[in-house]
């Protein structure tokens, strides 16, 4: 039947009264369920939780657009979905139900269909037209949360046409979950709706309407054979267990028998000497429980001689239901092998697992791949792959600690059936504690670390962080970013400690924290991670508008320094970092352009003078360099030469992170050819199984969960209250007429105002659960106003209201907290839809507050804001930046509890066509310079001059004596600063300015009486 008969058809039954759908139900079957009518009921553009459907895309262009459009052809009722796309990565939309209800059950229905209207006018031949993906949503807590099973048609006809999808036809998708698996069984019984991916690279439409359940569920479709484990080892002479079970959807008793058949077949184990075979068959009777299992035992034989790893498949045959997606095996371990030996030096070891492997192995050591792309989880072992990586906002379900643990266990165990069982290195970008945790402590970002000016409470910083990491089963943490951030329109600004190279190498002691000693000896520990300083080299330097990544404006640009800048300012971190033994190095995606080398501008990730030459050869890193996400893809060339340049260039892994398959079959295709050398590979791989062997990971692949209960603890959450605390930078507060706004008096009545005092999500910034974070309550902590009214007398001091639309009459003090929302890499570059200014709605809760009360401003974002033409407004102003998690280390400083140290890390504009301004610069004139902050703490010290001259006396005994970077030598300058800073009060000029900064960057260098002599300068001109 052709489908203008099919819908002329259907047409006919609608209007002659159908009220359940497009198609009528044969009387044995359910009727059909709507699950979308397109008529208004779901609002377009609305976001989960509530009923939504929305679009999504690599990027804002990727987005289609969506309208529903009334129609005299609508299959069902008037009006039906339209849209228009033009998708050059990915894009689509969904439909997600609301989490406030409970998910839908659609059991009872053989599949899922719609109306399609096609486009092909040609007409084009079946299967030839775009193909369409249609996925839904199953399982988990909702449908951002939920397994996403998926199938295709393509539109290849004109005019309306009833697809029809049978459950049995979706697979679980292997190349992307956004939360992956949860039990990867299709249970229908807690379905969160579907998704539409439509077709890239060229302009296109479609229109769709009634999407409906139909037909009877088929019940041998709704039981399932499953085995408790993909992988089992055994020892060498030990016995294995195989559980097989049958599952039904919503757990009732099988209506069919279900027989399963076994026998060991096949693998690397020799039947009869390695093990005894194993056959036979089981029926499950119609009535059996769901969950009943029957245990299939594998015996194998004691040897006495030393082996790699043997694999026994378990074959299993299945009739009356659906058979597990692949069939068990167990793995006999790897024995009396020298490289196991763990009294042996890891040299030894490395050296003698290096010449037993293949050049297939190698290649998959060499390799990262991010969790979701797996096609199959067997593929970790099929292609031996090295690493495994979650992307930002790559979470398990549920997410938590002890899920994140399972996780990797699992994928550490899909290992275990390599011929030499090389364990994976997990890792993930835990840039402000285990930010992709929910429940884990998050830290002030590393802009707000480096306003606290405190190494020690830096290196804490890092150790709590690598605990929780640890904790979870991963063993590798894509940190610090040891970047100096140049100009504040980049995106990635918050993930710098500061602009100065100076701070950045004294803030490095997170370092420490998370590795332990620099000779590695503390790897093992399980408090431990190996670290990850990135992004070598330049990123922070990246010209505005030089990007051409996108949308991308800074990010991933050209940084365009002298050499004598490039050593000074962007090297300098880098060899403190190796200095302290850092484990990983990860090239930046920008690249590099050294004024007069005449080169002009090289990728980084194709740098060899600077990653062999400077990072391996001149600074003696022995660590391996592992690539950032797919950026060899943006290395002038084929993908072949993409390979070939990186790794000659001295790449040691590269994150695929997504094609695995062709990034091993292309290096080692390259090996072949001569155009790589053996050496360079044996290199890489050396540096790789070194870590390994350090992180004890051949001991113990899996997580010790030991720390698990501390993730998120009351103890970590003080480590890093006092970090927010310590980052808090009072750049105003009050004047000599009316004296200090700051600390508030816990009895203060006080109004607290703005978009970013009660929002966890705003004050933890991007990298927050997902990757570009969101706002709202997104993870457990303590906003800043709850922070407040625990700090106040009593909660009921603290009046708040988000627009300051509340009466502002009986209170003491405003509170106004604004700032920015979440972002992250170059979405957040300035000129990328942000800019620098506060919103509107902020500057109306500054402008109604300020004007009724004395008030404090707080500015909680990953960079300075411009607030000069409202400074005058405020009688207090206060830093915030990032602060993660602890809301109350701010209410802290606020109230008093701890003292307000912290110094602006950056320097602050006065504009943004001031930009790039940093300290040293010859023309220096901000808003505030860099290293301002007031504090509580102490007074400033009083006799002018002569305590200046006496101060200088005591900086040249301490500089004398070697004592130059020590805490002492420190308070000695920071008196000299309070000094400086009260006779400048909010009155600067450049002759001001540009000497107090220099000041702040030479104390950190050590050069104790060149800051002294600095702050002089900039009192005298005061």
């Known amino acids: 039947m052709t489908a203008a008969v099919a819908a002329t058809a259907v047409l006919a039954a609608l209007l002659a009264g159908s009220v359940t759908g497009p198609a009528a139900a044969a009387a044995d079957e359910p009727a059909p369920v709507l699950v979308d009518r397109f008529e208004g009921e779901v609002p377009l553009g609305g976001q989960p939780p509530a009923d939504a459907i929305f679009t999504w895309g690599g990027d804002a262009d990727d987005h289609p657009e969506l309208k529903l459009t009334e129609r005299a052809d609508a299959p069902e009722g008037g009006r039906v979905l339209e849209g228009s796309y033009d998708i050059s990565a990915y894009g689509?939309?969904?439909?997600?139900?609301?989490?406030?209800?409970?998910?839908?059950?659609?059991?009872?229905?053989?599949?899922?269909?719609?109306?399609?209207?096609?486009?092909?006018?040609?007409?084009?031949?079946?299967?030839?037209?775009?193909?369409?993906?249609?996925?839904?949503k199953d399982g988990g807590a909702n449908g951002g949360a939920s397994e996403l099973w998926t199938t295709s048609f393509t539109d290849d006809w004109e005019g309306?046409?009833?697809?029809?999808?049978?459950?049995?036809?979706?697979?679980y998708r292997a190349d992307y979950q956004p939360v992956g698996g949860i039990d990867q069984v299709l249970g229908l019984n807690e379905m969160w709706g579907y998704a539409v991916t439509l077709p890239g690279g060229a302009p296109g439409a479609f229109a769709m309407d009634a999407v409906e359940l139909y037909g009877k569920a088929d019940p041998a479709l709704t039981a399932s054979l499953v085995t408790d484990t993909a992988v089992r080892t055994v020892k060498n002479g030990g016995s294995a267990d195989i559980t097989l079970s049958v599952a039904t959807t919503g757990s009732v008793p099988i209506e069919e028998p279900v027989t399963v058949a076994y026998a060991t077949k096949g693998g690397t184990a020799e039947a009869g000497t390695d093990y005894t075979p194993v056959t036979g068959s089981h029926t499950f009777p119609a009535g059996t429980a769901s969950g009943t299992a029957h245990k299939v035992t594998v015996r194998t034989a004691k040897a006495a001689k030393a082996s790699e790893a043997r694999t026994i498949p378990l074959e299993l045959t299945v009739t009356g239901a659906k058979a597990p997606r692949e069939n068990p095996q167990i793995v006999i371990d790897a024995h009396g092998l020298p490289y196991q030996n763990a009294a042996l030096p890891v040299k030894k070891r490395v050296a003698d697992l290096l010449?037993?492997?293949?050049?297939?192995?190698?290649?998959?050591?060499?390799?990262?791949?991010?969790?979701?792309?797996?096609?199959?989880?067997?593929?970790?072992?099929?292609?031996?792959?090295?690493?495994?990586?979650?992307?930002?906002?790559?979470?398990?379900?549920?997410?938590?600690?002890?899920?994140?643990?399972?996780?990797?266990?699992?994928?550490?165990?899909r290992a275990r059936a390599t011929r030499f069982q090389i364990p994976l290195i997990y890792g993930v970008d835990a840039v402000h504690g285990h930010n992709n945790v929910v429940g884990a402590t998050i830290m002030p970002h590393n802009i707000g670390i480096g306003a606290g000016r405190d190494p020690k409470s830096a290196e804490r910083t890092g150790a709590i962080t690598a605990k929780e990491v640890r904790a979870t089963g991963v063993p590798w943490d894509f940190a610090p970013c040891v970047c100096v951030t140049r100009d504040e329109r980049w995106g990635r600004s918050y993930e710098a400690f500061g602009e100065d190279p100076a701070l950045v190498e004294a803030m490095e002691t997170v370092i420490q924290g998370m590795q332990g000693s620099p000779s590695g000896k503390d790897?093992?520990?399980?408090?431990?991670?190996?670290?990850?300083?990135?992004?070598?080299?330049?990123?922070?330097?990246?010209?505005?508008?030089?990007?051409?990544?996108?949308?991308?404006?800074?990010?991933?640009?050209?940084?365009?320094?002298?050499?004598?800048?490039?050593?000074?300012?962007?090297?300098?971190?880098?060899?403190?970092?190796?200095?302290?033994?850092?484990?990983?190095?990860?090239?930046?995606?920008?690249?590099?352009?050294?004024?007069?080398?005449?080169?002009?501008?090289?990728?980084?990730?194709?740098h060899g003078e600077m990653i062999n030459g400077v990072l391996k050869d001149r600074m003696g890193f022995e660590g391996f360099v592992v690539s950032d996400w797919q950026a060899i893809d943006q290395i002038p060339?084929?993908?072949?030469?993409?390979?070939?340049?990186?790794?000659?260039?001295?790449?040691?892994?590269?994150?695929?992170?997504?094609?695995?398959?062709?990034?091993?079959?292309?290096?080692?295709?390259?090996?072949?050819?001569?155009?790589?050398?053996?050496?360079?590979?044996?290199?890489?791989?050396?540096?790789i199984l070194t870590q390994k062997f350090r992180l004890g990971l051949f001991e113990k692949p899996y997580a010790d969960t030991t720390h698990l209960d501390a993730v998120?603890?009351?103890?970590?959450?003080?480590?890093?209250?006092?970090?927010?605390?310590?980052?808090?930078?009072?750049?105003?507060?009050?004047?000599?007429?009316?004296?200090?706004v700051l600390p508030l008096e816990p009895g203060q009545r006080v109004y607290v105002a703005g978009s970013n005092a009660d929002d966890i999500g705003n004050q933890a910034g991007g990298w927050t659960i997902s990757w570009q974070g969101s706002s709202g309550k997104t993870t457990t902590g303590t906003t800043i106003l709850e922070g407040m009214r625990k700090a106040a007398k009593s909660p009921e001091s603290v009046t708040y209201s988000k627009d300051a639309s509340a009466a502002t009459d009986g209170h003491d003090v405003g509170v106004v907290v604004v700032g920015e929302t979440p972002y992250a890499e170059g979405v957040g570059d300035v000129g990328n839809g942000h800019d620098l200014e506060l919103t509107a709605a902020d500057k109306k809760a500054i402008d109604t507050v300020c004007a009724a009360m004395r008030c404090a401003v707080l500015v909680v974002s990953g960079r300075p804001q411009l607030i000069g033409d409202r400074l005058g407004e405020m009688d207090a102003l206060v830093a915030s930046w990032l602060p993660g998690s602890e809301g109350d280390g701010v209410a802290d400083v606020?109230?008093?509890?701890?003292?307000?140290?912290?110094?602006?890390?950056?320097?602050?504009?006065?504009?943004?066509?001031q930009l790039p301004i940093n300290v040293g610069d010859e023309v220096y004139d901000p808003q505030f310079p860099y290293g301002w902050g007031l504090t509580t703490l102490r007074k400033p010290p009083a006799g002018g001059e002569p305590t200046l001259a006496s101060l200088a006396v005591a900086a040249g005994v301490a500089e004398r004596a070697g004592l130059g970077k020590t805490p002492a030598a420190r308070a000695i300058?920071?008196?000299?600063?309070?000094?400086?800073?009260?006779?400048?009060?909010?009155?600067?000029?450049?002759?001001?300015?540009?000497?107090?900064?220099?000041?702040?960057?030479?104390?950190?260098?050590?050069?104790?009486?060149?800051?002294?002599?600095?702050?002089?300068?900039?009192?005298r001109a005061a």
Not at 96 to 116: C, K, L, M, S, Y
Not at 525 to 544: I, P, Q
Not at 667 to 685: F, T
């Open 355 to 413: 010449g037993r492997m293949s050049p297939a192995e190698k290649a998959g050591q060499m390799t990262q791949a991010e969790r979701n792309a797996l096609r199959a989880p067997g593929d970790i072992a099929a292609y031996d792959l090295g690493s495994l990586l979650s992307g930002g906002g790559s979470v398990p379900t549920p997410n938590t600690a002890a899920a994140w643990a399972k996780m990797v266990d699992a994928y550490q165990l």
């Open 160 to 171: 309306w046409h009833l697809v029809e999808i049978p459950f049995a036809d979706f697979v």
């Open 637 to 687: 060339g084929d993908y072949a030469s993409d390979v070939r340049t990186s790794v000659n260039a001295g790449l040691d892994m590269i994150m695929v992170p997504t094609a695995y398959q062709d990034f091993t079959r292309t290096l080692k295709d390259e090996v072949a050819a001569g155009r790589i050398s053996r050496a360079r590979i044996d290199d890489a791989v050396a540096r």
């Open 894 to 913: 606020l109230y008093g509890k701890r003292p307000f140290t912290g110094q602006s890390p950056v320097t602050w504009p006065k504009t943004e066509a």
């Open 973 to 1019: 300058v920071d008196r000299a600063r309070l000094l400086v800073q009260q006779k400048i009060g909010g009155t600067f000029t450049q002759a001001v300015s540009r000497p107090f900064a220099e000041a702040d960057h030479l104390l950190l260098t050590g050069d104790l009486t060149g800051a002294v002599a600095k702050l002089r300068t900039a009192y």
């Open 712 to 740: 998120g603890s009351a103890a970590h959450r003080a480590v890093a209250r006092e970090a927010v605390a310590k980052s808090q930078v009072l750049l105003k507060n009050g004047d000599r007429n009316e004296g200090p």
């Open 523 to 606: 790897l093992h520990r399980n408090d431990k991670v190996l670290g990850s300083a990135k992004h070598f080299v330049g990123d922070g330097g990246t010209a505005y508008g030089s990007s051409t990544t996108g949308s991308y404006t800074t990010d991933q640009g050209v940084t365009t320094v002298t050499r004598q800048e490039l050593e000074a300012v962007h090297l300098s971190p880098f060899a403190e970092s190796v200095k302290r033994g850092v484990g990983t190095v990860m090239p930046s995606y920008s690249s590099l352009d050294v004024i007069g080398d005449g080169r002009g501008p090289v990728k980084m990730h194709a």
């Open 92 to 136: 689509g939309f969904s439909h997600e139900f609301a989490v406030d209800a409970p998910p839908r059950n659609w059991t009872a229905h053989q599949g899922i269909r719609f109306w399609w209207y096609g486009q092909n006018t040609a007409p084009l031949p079946p299967g030839s037209g775009k193909r369409v993906n249609f996925e839904i």
